[in-house]
């Protein structure tokens, strides 16, 4: 059974950081693309970044790019997103997601998790 479990999330000032962690079971993992999603209330789930099996395709959503980084540690099974310079607006559930072939779609992924909350106050 695969799993997914975010982890990281909570309340931060504008201007501060966060570091998200996921970590990965009942795959193999690095034969994934990873992905974070987000998804604010009322609104639909937001590409954020997404880093292909070996680390070689690297993509970020417009509004955090330059903000956020994503990596992965196949030995650990883990992928991260480390997030610089937040703002409110990047106030949201975080989720991480696995797939063989998709890489910013969020529909076409095979597995998620449930989600970490990350709050940005003002």
């Known amino acids: 059974q695969v799993q997914l479990v975010e982890s990281g999330g909570g309340l931060v000032q504008t201007g501060g950081s966060l570091r998200l962690s996921c970590a990965a079971s009942g795959l193999t993992f690095k034969e994934y693309t990873m992905g974070w999603f987000r998804q604010a209330p009322g609104k639909e789930r937001e590409f954020v970044a997404a880093?292909?099996?070996?680390?070689?395709?690297?993509f970020y959503g417009e509004s955090v790019k330059d903000r956020f980084t994503i990596s992965r540690d196949n030995a650990k099974n883990t992928v991260y997103l480390q997030m610089n310079s937040l703002k409110p607006k990047d106030t949201a559930v975080y989720y991480c997601?696995?797939?063989?072939?998709?890489?910013?779609?969020?529909?076409?992924?095979?597995?998620w998790g449930r989600g970490t909350q990350v709050t940005v106050s003002s």
């Open positions: 880093m292909s099996w070996s680390g070689d395709r690297i």
């Open positions: 997601a696995a797939d063989l072939w998709t890489m910013t779609v969020a529909g076409k992924y095979d597995y």
